[in-house]
């Protein structure tokens, strides 16, 4: 079975007032296709360094990172087509948009034609059960509803593997649940 994700001896090291400090020691993990897999650890422990080497917002210190056979650092415009990434607390879009404005926006960033951007819109807004706010304004949004926004927004190009960095930060249990179980439907 191939990997999805592989990292090798990653080290991350940021400069720190006194000294530098070292977000990812050596970390090597290897996730294979089709698996859900979560970071779990106390806050400064290096989740969302590590996820931003993986969707290439960050460069390793040292190490490697493969994401869907791609190296991060050598081939990362192929990782980016590959990938999608929600994080908890984002703002999901543009404040004067609406909803569906916004998700329109980004499904034109994805490259998805007119129809099949349409129909995923429809689609994702149905599924995660947000219809009735397509032409509400995003910054009049409550945080559930920005955050099943942001959830649209990164399944809107039906990524390979999906990035979830705190994805029910600031939600109710019940919404809690509901996207939690979403996503595992969605895998």
Do not use: C
């Not at 490259?111 to 819109?121: F, Q």
Request: hydrophobic residues 35%.
């Amino acid at each position: 079975m191939q990997h999805s994700i592989e990292t090798q001896d990653v080290v991350r090291t940021f400069k720190g007032q006194d000294k530098p400090v070292k977000a990812l020691d050596k970390v090597s993990i290897s996730i294979d296709e089709g698996e859900i897999f979560g970071l779990l650890g106390p806050n400064g422990a290096g989740k969302t360094t590590l996820i931003k080497i993986l969707t290439t917002l960050l460069l390793p210190t040292s190490g490697e990172a493969y994401v869907g056979g791609f190296n991060v650092i050598k081939e990362p415009n192929k990782v980016r087509k590959i990938i999608s990434l929600v994080s908890g607390g984002e703002t999901p879009g543009y404040g004067i948009l609406s909803v569906s404005e916004n998700l329109w926006f980004f499904s034109q960033l994805y490259g998805l034609s007119s129809s099949t951007a349409k129909n995923e819109i429809k689609r994702l807004m149905s599924d995660l059960d947000f219809e009735e706010y397509a032409k509400m304004r995003m910054s009049r949004l409550s945080t559930g509803y920005k955050q099943r926004l942001n959830l649209a927004r990164g399944l809107l190009n039906d990524p390979k593997i999906f990035f979830l960095d705190e994805p029910t930060l600031g939600l109710d249990v019940l919404t809690s649940k509901k996207l939690r179980s979403y996503i595992v439907d969605w895998a």
